[in-house]
C-alpha cells in the first residue's frame, strides 16, 4: 500500500510483468486495501479456528488456552513484523514481489471488496475528496529534499536545481536577468583570437554577439567553438561561429522560459524591453 506508484510505473516501463500488476493493482488503493484485509482477516480467523479444534483434540478443555497466546506470537512475528519489516524498507520491491498473489486476492474477494470499498468512496465524496487524493505541495517537496541531501540519497546539486524549479514559478525574467549594462558582448566582426581571450577573462561559457550596436543581438558565441577552431590553425571572426539566441521579455514567467529553453535546448535568452532595447541576460543556472 506504501508503494511509490511512480517506481513501480517506471518498472513496469521497462517489460517487467509483474510491475505491470503491480502498477494496475496501484492504481484503485481503496479496492486493495480492502481485498487485503479481507484475506488477512480470513486467514487470522481460519488460523484461530484451526487452532482452537487441533488444541482442544490434544488438550482438552484447557487446549484452546493454551493455544491463544502461541497463536498470537506466530501471527504477531511471522504475518507482522517480519513482512512489514522487509515491506518497510523496500516497498515498490515488496509490491512488485506480492503483486501475482494481490492479483489472485482480487479475483476470489473482488466482488465483496467493491461491497466494503464503497464505504470509504462515500465517506470521502462526501466530505469533498477521494480516497485516492493525496495533496502534494511545495513545502512538503522542499522538506522531501532536504531530507533526502540530510540521508545522503540526495546530491546536494541535484537538491539545489530541483529547489530552483519548484520555487521558480511566481518569479519573472526581470527578477533574475543579468541587467544590460554589466553584459559581457562581443562584435560578431572581432577576430576570434581576442575574443577567446576575452571569454578566457570572464566567467561565461557563451557570451552575446551582436551587430553594429549592442542593441542588436544576433546570436551568441560558443567558447569551445572559438578554441577548437583556433586549436586547428583556423582564423575568422566571432560571425563565423554565431549561433541563434533566443528573444524573451522581462514579465515573462521564469518557469515558461526554462521550459521553452528545454524544450528548444537553449542555454541563453536575450531580454528585450517594450522599444526593441536589449535590458538584459538570463541564463539556465539563472533560472535553475
Do not use: C
Not at 486495501?33 to 479481507?38: G, K, P, R, S
Not at 517480519?82 to 515488496?94: C, L, R, T, V, W
Amino acid at each position: 500500500m506504501s508503494a511509490n506508484r511512480a517506481a513501480v510505473r517506471a518498472l513496469a516501463a521497462q517489460g517487467i510483468r509483474r510491475a505491470e500488476v503491480a502498477d494496475r493493482l496501484l492504481s484503485d488503493r481503496t479496492a486493495l486495501l480492502a481485498e487485503l484485509l479481507i484475506g488477512v482477516n480470513v486467514f487470522t480467523v481460519a488460523a484461530s479456528v484451526l487452532a482452537t479444534s487441533l488444541s482442544h483434540e490434544l488438550w482438552g478443555p484447557a487446549g484452546p488456552a493454551m493455544a491463544a497466546p502461541a497463536l498470537v506470537i506466530l501471527i504477531l512475528v511471522f504475518g507482522e513484523i517480519i513482512p512489514k519489516h522487509f515491506a518497510y524498507g523496500d516497498p515498490a520491491s515488496a509490491a512488485i514481489g506480492l503483486a501475482v498473489v494481490s492479483a489472485r486476492l482480487r479475483t476470489a474477494f473482488g466482488p465483496v471488496a467493491s461491497l466494503f470499498a464503497f464505504v470509504p468512496r462515500w465517506l470521502s465524496e462526501r466530505r469533498g475528496a477521494t480516497a485516492e487524493d493525496t495533496e502534494v505541495t511545495q513545502d512538503s517537496l522542499e522538506e522531501l529534499l532536504r531530507l533526502g541531501e540530510e540521508r545522503g540519497s540526495l546530491p546536494p546539486e541535484t537538491g539545489e536545481l530541483v529547489a530552483g524549479i519548484l520555487t521558480s514559478g511566481d518569479r519573472v525574467v526581470r527578477d533574475i536577468m543579468t541587467p544590460a549594462p554589466v553584459m559581457v558582448m562581443v562584435p560578431e566582426d572581432m577576430p576570434l583570437s581576442e575574443a577567446a581571450a576575452l571569454v578566457a577573462g570572464s566567467d561565461y561559457s557563451r557570451l552575446p554577439v551582436f551587430r553594429a550596436t549592442p542593441n542588436n543581438v544576433v546570436g551568441t558565441m560558443h567558447a569551445k567553438d572559438a578554441a577548437v577552431r583556433l586549436f586547428r590553425g583556423k582564423k575568422g571572426t566571432v560571425a563565423d561561429l554565431t549561433r541563434p539566441v533566443l528573444r524573451t521579455t522581462e514579465s515573462h514567467p521564469a518557469r515558461d522560459l526554462l521550459t521553452e529553453m528545454r524544450r528548444k535546448r537553449q542555454h541563453m535568452a536575450v531580454v528585450v524591453g517594450p522599444r526593441g532595447r536589449v535590458t538584459g541576460l538570463v541564463t539556465m543556472h539563472d533560472l535553475i
